[in-house]
């Protein structure tokens, strides 16, 4: 176990240090963590949707068996992260707009009194 640690740590830090090394400022160096924490959760949401229908699918082709309780368990702990992380499939957010009237003296009027 101790060896697979000390393996993986060794894999990750050959790969990281040297891009950490050309950073060579914070603002780099905390945008490089950005760019992989990024890639990271696109990875993690990839893989809920697809372990979701994976449950979806075992659920489905054995609806009679032991199976199907095995599908509507991974569904149900997809859906527990969803709304422990507060992952809504509702309808998008939209910001308030700026309405512009155009019969105020200067010309443009923001906000439409």
Sequence with gaps: MRLTTTGSFLAIASVAL???AS???II????FISTILNGLIGLFITLAIVVFFWGLVKYL???SNEDAHEG?????WIALL???FNV???AAITPALINFDKTGPGGLRPGGN
Aim: a positive charge.
């Design 61 to 63: 082709w054995s609806m």
């Design 88 to 90: 809504q499939g509702g």
């Design 72 to 76: 509507l368990k991974i569904m149900f």
């Design 28 to 31: 780099n160096t905390l945008g």
């Design 18 to 20: 040297p891009a950490l």
């Design 82 to 84: 969803q709304r422990s």
């Design 23 to 25: 950073a060579q400022t």
